[in-house]
């Protein structure tokens, strides 16, 4: 970055928030995308410059900078994307959002919680603990992960299925726009359940992956803390079985909130990778269901309903955990799948089908696996059907059919109704693939709308929507 | 309408499906707007035609057709809109979609019913009745209101204190872009619960009141029919301990379906109006709270709980509802208010504010009525911050003061974190006021949405967004 810029950035907002140390700017450059996906991830271009602003305000500073001067901004949260989306590919301002760290409001009355961009769920969750009564259900993988982040993302993750994705969960916003004006969404104070004035561009920003704003403040909407918790893991001797067992339990009316499918070899190394015990010894294939009830004896009714259903399926086993400790163990357990395998796998495709359709995708998995004489171990939220399909190394390196494997893995998802991505987003590693979903047409209104947005495209330019 | 026009019109539906009867256009022509607020509702421009195309293929055809002749459509559905949203401003293409007529699918596996868009609610409701386990909950006043209008106008209602509004209720859509292409959204069968590939355009038409696209198909997610259901009167005597109640009932995770505040006046007016009887005697102010629980026992329990609470807000009196007769004549009750004296009002803005400021918003509104010298009585659903302020007829005419009180009550709303509208959406009656809640900026932004969307300004044109 040249000198002058880096002048002019310390103007803004100091000397002691603008670093240029090629070590740090290097940490700053990669997101987890680098870590576990080492042989694909694209590796940051250098010369980039860490920024850290103290607020909207300066953001507005910097992004009308950039405007001016034509210099790619990124916002930078936890680094916990998956897709390429926050990495360098040209010499950027990456705006670090770290002293946006504040919980500015535990409101009550409004049942939501109104966060700086760079608050963690880990930070939230802790935050909500002195409070006996509300809580946010959302989980992501990463307690690391920010919700600034989360918002840009629309992030999923397991605890999705009752109360949806972050999209459903965010009630208001701050954001300052690649033009520099700071705007809030959700009325002046973020907090509205209703609003019909307009087009809906807090929707629009949801998911946009930083390329339309920078999100600063969230308020997030909260939910009265179920009573009663257990998780269930129930075992299957067949794939197919446990899939077919996922709309027969909910069609029955039982909405758990958390409903994920894991296999025995991963789960299992998973577990060995952070000292703990994968409870269930029988089976090959698991249900992990997270149920949250009113009610104890709600748990078990629903609980023996689950069993009976599951049974019907060939069931081989069933467990249920009701301490927090066991409860918490699972959850940690399937949160670190993907970490405990990562020197293993190449990339991991995180498509979604049409729920029903999870049976048919696994089949078409299986001939895919014979196709290329591999395996494919595979991850579900199996409640809302998006898959994490793991694309293994051979012998330790990319093998020659990666590109064609994964192209396969994107284009049989699409065909029976799904989506190249249901949480990591496009990203880099995507950007491609977007053609298989979208006709030129609907492209040419996405580039509009970042047009209408960034007419400079400075803001995370080259991410998750074509350029011309 | 020129007859060049009406005969290539015709080319594409067939004779019978193009109609200029002066008085059947002109019924095509206004909606409820005109019907509610005869005195301020713009009347139709004269010359429109209205077309009935089959399907999705003969309204890209259309569209294409209107691009090249630049003449204006718009999208009719039951015509219940509030808001002045389908009212021709100028010579149209009155695009009915009643042909549309079609439920498509129920897919119990996914939980989610398929509709053609000209389907009520009042025939989505019906057909749901012949499955055991599965319902829809929205309720928007008006059962012959259209699922693609529903959609496209972001409906809200009472039912939404639960399960939230229409943009929670859409998974996936057909939409004819102005531009005529047939596109897709939520995956080509309209069946994904997450999808992060690109900007959710589906996300941005909900809400776009016909300006953006021609809903053809929707996909609506169904939910676990609850078991046992009770619709709970608190009676109070003050406006205050009626609203300050609302909170604190939330806040204790009770979540009702449904929670609405109305007045003794307005509601036994509607009840006298369809030949019913409200059956609380007691008090002026009254929460009505529809309860959906999985068990009857728990609808006592939190029937005890609500007692208790109200009881701390002084309420005079608590009635319980439970046999489906008495139920449903308390929501038709609550649905009559507005057209029962429709004869005595002018107009009725649906401000919404943060839902802990419903009491703050009511002193407002008696400093208003004081400053006026007028009564403004109030509808609201009190679970979501959402009111209908209603500013009634003096002396049976438009009272000189009707443009100073509604700016004030929208200006009022948006000054405590409010909005302009929480459900009817903008159409022609709100245009100007957009401008109290959005930046230049921002409304800059959203006419390029419209021009990405809509280059030639055919659909719609005038309505929701200020155009240039």
Same mark, same amino acid.
């Given at each position: 970055m040249k000198q002058v810029v880096i002048n002019d950035l310390k103007k803004i907002v100091?000397?002691?928030?603008?670093?240029?140390n090629p070590e740090r700017v290097l940490s700053y450059s990669r997101e987890s995308t680098n870590d576990n996906y080492t042989l694909v991830a694209p590796e940051p271009i250098e010369g980039s410059v860490v920024v850290k602003a103290a607020d909207a305000e300066e953001i507005s500073q910097i992004l009308k900078y950039a405007n001016q001067e034509k210099i790619n901004v990124i916002a930078r949260g936890a680094g916990t994307a998956l897709s390429a989306n926050t990495i360098p590919a040209q010499e950027s301002i990456i705006l670090s959002l770290e002293r946006l760290n504040k919980i500015l409001e535990l409101d009550e009355e409004n049942m939501l919680l109104k966060c700086e961009a760079a608050v963690s769920l880990g930070d939230l969750n802790e935050r909500l603990k002195s409070n006996d009564h509300l809580y946010f @259900?959302? %989980? @992501?993988?990463?307690?690391? *992960?920010q919700v600034g982040g989360m918002a840009s993302m629309n992030a999923g993750g397991?605890? *999705?299925?009752? %109360?949806?994705i972050m999209r459903n969960q965010v009630l208001g916003m701050e954001v300052v726009l690649p033009t520099g004006e700071i705007v809030h969404y959700g009325g002046s104070e973020g907090k509205l359940l209703k609003n019909n004035a307009g087009y809906d561009l807090m929707q629009l920003m949801i998911g946009s992956e930083g390329t339309l704003g920078i999100i600063t403040e969230v308020s997030l909407k909260l939910y009265p803390e179920p009573k009663a918790n257990g998780t269930l893991i129930v075992a299957f001797a067949s794939r197919e079985d446990a899939f077919a067992a996922v709309p027969a339990i909910l069609k &029955?009316? /039982? /909405?758990?909130?958390a409903l994920e499918y894991v296999e025995k070899d991963e789960i299992e190394l998973a577990a060995a990778d952070i000292g703990?015990?994968? @409870?269930?010894?029988?089976?090959?294939y698991f249900l992990m269901i997270m149920l949250s009830e009113a009610e104890e004896d709600d748990l078990f009714e629903i609980g023996a309903q689950i069993d009976q259903i599951t049974a019907e399926h060939n069931a081989v086993d069933m467990l249920i955990a009701q301490t927090t400790a066991e409860r918490k163990d699972i959850l940690e357990i399937r949160s670190h799948i993907l970490p405990a395998i990562s020197d293993k796998i190449i990339d991991s495709p995180d498509v979604t089908v049409p729920r029903s359709k999870l049976c048919e995708y696994l089949n078409i998995l299986n001939e895919l696996e014979e196709k290329y004489n591999t395996r494919c171990p595979v991850v579900a939220h199996a409640g809302d059907g998006n898959l994490h399909v793991i694309i293994l190394k051979e012998a330790g390196s990319k093998p020659d059919y990666y590109e064609s494997l994964k192209k396969d893995i994107y284009q049989n998802a699409v065909d029976i109704?799904?989506? /190249?991505?249901?949480? %990591?987003?496009?990203?880099?590693?995507r950007l491609e693939y977007l053609k298989m979903m979208y006709s030129e047409r609907e492209l040419e209104i996405m580039e509009k709308i970042k047009d209408a947005f960034d007419p400079n495209d400075i803001?995370?330019?080259? &991410?998750?929507i074509i350029r011309k």
């Open positions: 100091g000397d002691k928030w603008v670093d240029q @259900p959302l %989980h @992501p993988g990463d307690e690391g *992960a397991v605890r *999705a299925v009752k %109360h949806g &029955k009316g /039982i /909405i758990p909130m703990k015990k994968w @409870p269930a010894q029988n089976g090959e109704g799904g989506t /190249i991505t249901g949480e %990591h987003g496009v990203g880099e590693m803001l995370n330019s080259g &991410k998750s």
